[in-house]
């Protein structure tokens, strides 16, 4: 058992929450410097940059696809390597693949280190999390998930504004050197204050990988992917209905998503600190209050006060759902700890897409900025559905081990 000193197990910590930082800057500021990558990389773009800047939005879809395919493959291959190497080989591939990104000479290599920049993303929230409960102490699992989300969330209020000015003022490369720098202070955090925890020899991937035979993982995927997707379909069209159903400027709009950001990052703290007395009750809350802020927002968003205060409740809610979510497929997943805790990041990116694509149809086909809030209230309903599924599921798991337990003492006697 390696002793930390209270000095070296804070930077330890400091240095995964360094790291989720790193992510959340990289995923997000995207986003934001989307018009400036398409004026740059896309030669058509000044005789028609709407359709520029939508082709450009195909790094948004490059990256996710990336999270996707990385979280489970990783989880697999590094099933019996140390948490603590792992660790810092993600960090390695986050800074190869950013600064590919910030060095890229075309659109298409563009779109390729993207996807490799996100491979890591999903597996390192996972061996990340797993560390910081492990050097945090025993039953400490939710919150350290929630410590190694924490600094995902932040980069949302600090981190995403920083990195959209950088790139607007010095360029988007710019803005990737910068996630670059922070995921090499990270990496070197991290080499010098993780404990070396060794890896478990009896782990390989395919041990790993027959964690998927389990439907109850299928379920609690799809409570991610489909939950997830409620937030997703507000959070994408969160500029359009600032600027043209509540009137607010663009230089407004920064606000709106920081407040959002300052919600996520308390409700991903409850969150974890929730997960660690109750996980069922945690999920079951979270989804209730996630809808019920949902319906608030498509009522009061139009009015400048109740879309501020809908966003920050929306953030609270909706992160209060992903430490709780994840520690549930951990615990699931049983021995496949990391591919559990992986999942969790691809069923998120899952809900990414499909809230964006419907909340963009059912914009397309007419029903306004706010009808996204509908089928967010939809894919949240559902994921509510889904998550009371996976609990009858264990409680009927539960009864037929006590049942068989039952029966075999009576046979006994």
């Known amino acids: 058992m390696t002793t930390l000193t209270p000095a070296r197990r804070s930077i330890a910590l400091l240095a995964i929450a360094l790291g989720g930082f790193g992510i959340g800057v ?47 493959t990783i989880a697999a291959l590094g099933a019996k390597a140390s948490y603590t190497r792992l660790a810092l080989l993600l960090l390695c591939l986050f800074i190869v693949g950013t600064l590919a990104s910030a060095f890229a ?48 969330t932040i980069a949302n209020v600090v981190g995403v504004p920083l990195a959209t000015w950088l790139g607007q003022n010095f360029g988007w490369r710019s803005a990737y050197l910068m996630v670059a720098a922070i995921f090499a202070l990270a990496l070197v955090l991290a080499f010098f204050s993780l404990p070396r925890y060794a890896g478990d020899p009896t782990r390989t991937a ?32 969160i500029t359009e209905v600032s600027t043209q159903v509540a009137g607010l400027s663009s230089s407004v709009v920064p606000w709106v998503l920081a407040v959002m950001g300052i919600g996520m990052t308390i409700g991903n703290m409850i969150g974890g600190w929730a997960s660690d007395r109750n996980l069922t009750k945690t999920v079951l809350f979270g989804f209730t209050a996630f809808i019920i802020s949902l319906v608030l927002y498509t009522l009061l968003a139009p009015s400048k006060p109740g879309l501020f205060i809908t966003v920050f409740l929306i953030g609270v809610t909706q992160s ?8 549930r497929l951990i615990r699931i997943a049983g021995k496949a700890a990391l591919l559990g805790a992986a999942v969790n990041h691809s069923a998120f990116n899952i809900g990414n897409a499909l809230g964006a694509a419907l909340g963009g149809a059912s914009i397309a086909a ?9 089928i967010g209230i939809g894919l949240a309903v559902l994921g509510l559905v889904l998550a009371l599924v996976s609990l009858a599921v264990t409680r009927h798991d539960k009864r037929a081990s006590r049942d068989t337990v039952g029966i075999s003492i009576v046979k006994k006697h």
């Open 26 to 72: 990289t995923e997000f500021a995207s986003m934001g410097l989307l018009p400036d990558i398409a004026r740059d990389l896309l030669p058509k773009f000044d005789q028609s940059p709407e359709t520029e800047i939508a082709k450009a939005g195909r790094l948004i879809t490059m990256y996710a696809l990336g999270v996707v395919v990385g979280a489970p």
């Open 366 to 374: 007419g029903f306004g900025y706010l009808s996204p809030g509908w």
């Open 320 to 327: 209060i759902l992903i430490p709780s979510i994840q520690a």
């Open 206 to 237: 395919g041990s790993e990988l027959r964690a998927f035979k389990n439907i109850r993982i299928w379920i609690m995927i799809a409570v991610g992917s489909i939950g997830f997707g409620g937030f997703f379909a507000v959070y994408s069209y």
């Open 105 to 152: 000479p075309t659109f298409g290599l563009l779109s390729t280190f993207r996807f490799i920049a996100a491979l890591p993303h999903g597996a390192y929230f996972a061996v990340a999390s797993l560390l910081a409960a492990r050097i945090m102490g025993p039953g400490n699992q939710g919150k350290g998930i929630a410590l190694a989300l924490s600094g995902l």
